[in-house]
């Protein structure tokens, strides 16, 4: 039985402690669940309670056993193994206890006060003892990670960063790399569990290292222990993370390769460090990406749908821009021979922080409404071409810092409104074919307006 002695045949066992461990937990709460209903509907489930509790009792005898062998190991935070060993044990000879007391339950003359104390007292040490096995499974953050803020205050805990999604932004530790480590490594490598002595939780414990001191070489991956164990052959004993955990992904691994030769910063920001295109692919694949578009980061309320109608009968057409969105779509009928008057256009203003696309194009539209126009703040796309709009209407038009798109072909507008134009910053593309601007004029817009493509067709 030599080999009986050897630390996998333990480990091996000893896994099993995790699965097993539920059933004690099963049928003492059984056995309590059955004392409840006969005191309610008074009918004789004594005998029943009893084998519960026995084999509540025989199975927590077994677990305990798995236990011991599991924490041979070691790798545990000592407070929390010696608190759930010690309430496991003394649960699970309470649990006897209870067995005895109720067999012999006539006798008993101390069983009325003292039995329902025992019962209390088990249900509270299955707790304690309970949760704290949660801990040293999951590490403690499990239960809050995800709770809402103000839960996770109430628990103690510091209120969760919200993690930084874009480039611009975002830390290179905070936003990538901790959440690599907390998703693939830190079950096992946290303050209840420090497997190999190694946190990888915080600065300090990281840059202190495991019980073969640094694992990480600032500037030099290769050099690196925790870079070669996870860059090891999948089935290689050192190989992190262990037990058929998820590994890393591809992209991940590069970007800890890159963060060590980067000179293991816990304070920069992405941007700060060197940045090839690989790397800016990869971080998008860990969920880092550009700057949310202008309409994307727009967050309006829903119009009602009486004002959609109200709009709608003023001849518009209308609707979102793509489903579900709250944002808005607007055009005027060019086929609608009626004359846009300002009375009509006032009634869209009801919804003018929800339109973005407006297309009056080849309306007959009254001079005074353009000024209206300005107040859509919120437009990205504005068609307002063959509408006879003047250099006086386009001055109108300046403060549409969102405009994207601006198509103004067929108006008489003439190298007066290019200081206009060029104050619309986020202006892409110019539609200006049939425009009195001239050569001169058009290079002036490009020149202060360096994304801005202008177009002379149709
Ligand atoms: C399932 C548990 C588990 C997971 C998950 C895990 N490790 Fe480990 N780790 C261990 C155990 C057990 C040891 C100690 C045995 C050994 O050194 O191989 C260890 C040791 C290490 C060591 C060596 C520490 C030293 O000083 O000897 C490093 C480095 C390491 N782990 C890094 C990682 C990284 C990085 C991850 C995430 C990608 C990770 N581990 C995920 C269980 C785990």
Same mark, same amino acid.
């Given at each position: 039985?030599?080999?009986?002695?050897?630390? $996998?045949?333990?480990?091996?066992?000893?896994?099993?402690?995790?699965?097993? =461990?539920?059933?004690p937990i099963g049928?003492?709460?059984?056995? !309590?669940?059955?004392?409840?209903?006969?005191?309610?509907?008074?009918?004789? %489930?004594?005998?029943?309670?009893?084998?519960?509790?026995?084999?509540?009792?025989?199975?927590?005898?077994?677990?305990?056993?798995?236990?011991?062998?599991?924490?041979?190991? #070691?790798?545990?935070? +000592?407070?929390?193994?010696?608190?759930?060993?010690?309430?496991?044990?003394?649960?699970?000879?309470?649990?006897?206890?209870?067995?005895?007391? &109720?067999?012999?339950?006539? +006798?008993?003359?101390?069983?009325?006060?003292?039995?329902?104390?025992? =019962?209390?007292? !088990?249900?509270?040490?299955?707790?304690?003892?309970?949760?704290?096995?949660?801990?040293?499974?999951?590490?403690?953050?499990?239960?809050?990670?995800?709770?809402?803020?103000?839960?996770?205050?109430?628990?103690?805990?510091?209120?969760?960063?919200?993690?930084?999604?874009?480039?611009?932004?975002?830390? !290179?530790?905070?936003? @990538?790399?901790?959440?690599?480590?907390?998703?693939?490594?830190?079950?096992?490598?946290?303050?209840? &569990?420090?497997?190999?002595?190694?946190?990888?939780?915080?600065?300090?414990?990281?840059?202190?290292? #495991?019980?073969?001191?640094?694992?990480?070489?600032?500037?030099?991956?290769?050099?690196?222990?925790?870079?070669?164990? *996870?860059?090891?052959? *999948?089935?290689?004993?050192?190989?992190?993370?262990?037990?058929?955990?998820?590994?890393?992904? /591809?992209?991940?691994?590069? %970007?800890?390769?890159?963060?060590?030769?980067?000179? @293991?910063?816990?304070?920069?920001?992405?941007?700060?460090?060197?940045?090839?295109?690989?790397?800016?692919?990869?971080?998008?694949?860990?969920?880092?990406?550009? &700057?949310?578009?202008?309409?994307?980061? %727009?967050? !309006?309320?829903?119009?009602?749908?009486?004002?959609?109608?109200?709009?709608?009968? &003023?001849?518009?057409?209308?609707?979102?821009?793509?489903?579900?969105?709250?944002?808005?779509?607007?055009?005027?009928?060019?086929?609608?021979?009626?004359?846009?008057?300002?009375?009509?256009?006032?009634?869209?203003?009801?919804?003018?922080?929800?339109?973005?696309?407006?297309?009056?194009? /080849?309306?007959?539209?009254?001079?005074?409404?353009?000024?209206?126009?300005?107040?859509?703040?919120?437009?990205?796309?504005?068609?307002?071409?063959?509408?006879?709009?003047?250099?006086?209407?386009?001055?109108?038009?300046?403060?549409?810092?969102?405009? +994207?798109?601006?198509?103004?072909?067929?108006?008489?507008?003439?190298?007066?409104?290019?200081?206009?134009?060029?104050?619309?910053?986020?202006?892409?593309?110019?539609?200006?074919?049939?425009?009195?601007?001239?050569?001169?004029?058009?290079?002036?817009?490009? $020149?202060?307006l360096p994304d801005?493509?202008?177009f002379l067709g149709?």
């Amino acid at each position: 039985m030599i080999f009986f002695l050897e630390a $996998d045949i333990f480990q091996f066992f000893g896994r099993f402690h995790s699965m097993l =461990v539920h059933l004690p937990i099963g049928f003492i709460i059984l056995a !309590v669940f059955f004392e409840l209903i006969s005191l309610k509907k008074k009918v004789d %489930l004594n005998l029943a309670i009893s084998y519960a509790f026995l084999l509540g009792a025989c199975f927590g005898v077994l677990s305990i056993i798995l236990g011991l062998m599991l924490a041979s190991d #070691g790798g545990y935070n +000592e407070d929390t193994i010696t608190l759930h060993k010690w309430t496991g044990i003394i649960m699970t000879l309470l649990t006897f206890l209870l067995f005895f007391i &109720k067999r012999k339950q006539s +006798e008993a003359i101390w069983k009325k006060k003292g039995y329902p104390i025992i =019962v209390t007292l !088990v249900m509270i040490l299955l707790f304690i003892a309970g949760h704290n096995g949660g801990n040293l499974t999951h590490g403690s953050n499990y239960l809050f990670e995800h709770a809402p803020s103000s839960i996770r205050s109430m628990a103690g805990l510091k209120p969760v960063r919200e993690r930084v999604t874009i480039l611009d932004s975002a830390l !290179v530790y905070e936003d @990538v790399i901790h959440p690599i480590f907390e998703s693939k490594c830190n079950v096992c490598h946290n303050n209840d &569990k420090a497997k190999g002595e190694l946190l990888l939780i915080d600065p300090k414990s990281i840059l202190k290292g #495991g019980k073969n001191g640094e694992v990480i070489v600032s500037g030099n991956a290769l050099k690196s222990e925790l870079y070669r164990r *996870i860059t090891l052959d *999948i089935n290689h004993k050192e190989f992190m993370p262990t037990e058929g955990r998820t590994p890393l992904t /591809n992209e991940e691994t590069v %970007l800890i390769e890159w963060w060590i030769n980067e000179g @293991v910063s816990f304070d920069k920001k992405i941007i700060e460090l060197s940045l090839t295109d690989r790397i800016k692919s990869y971080l998008q694949d860990v969920g880092i990406g550009l &700057k949310k578009t202008f309409l994307e980061s %727009l967050n !309006v309320a829903e119009v009602s749908p009486q004002t959609i109608d109200s709009i709608k009968l &003023k001849g518009f057409k209308i609707k979102p821009i793509i489903s579900k969105s709250t944002l808005l779509e607007a055009s005027y009928s060019s086929y609608n021979k009626q004359e846009l008057s300002q009375d009509k256009f006032n009634i869209l203003l009801h919804a003018k922080d929800n339109i973005t696309w407006l297309n009056i194009a /080849n309306a007959n539209v009254e001079e005074e409404l353009i000024s209206n126009i300005g107040q859509l703040k919120n437009l990205t796309e504005l068609r307002i071409n063959n509408t006879n709009l003047s250099d006086d209407g386009l001055k109108q038009l300046e403060g549409l810092k969102h405009l +994207e798109y601006l198509n103004i072909y067929g108006n008489p507008i003439t190298d007066s409104s290019v200081e206009s134009l060029q104050k619309l910053s986020g202006l892409k593309k110019l539609y200006l074919w049939k425009t009195n601007i001239t050569e001169e004029g058009k290079l002036k817009i490009k $020149d202060s307006l360096p994304d801005l493509t202008i177009f002379l067709g149709e």
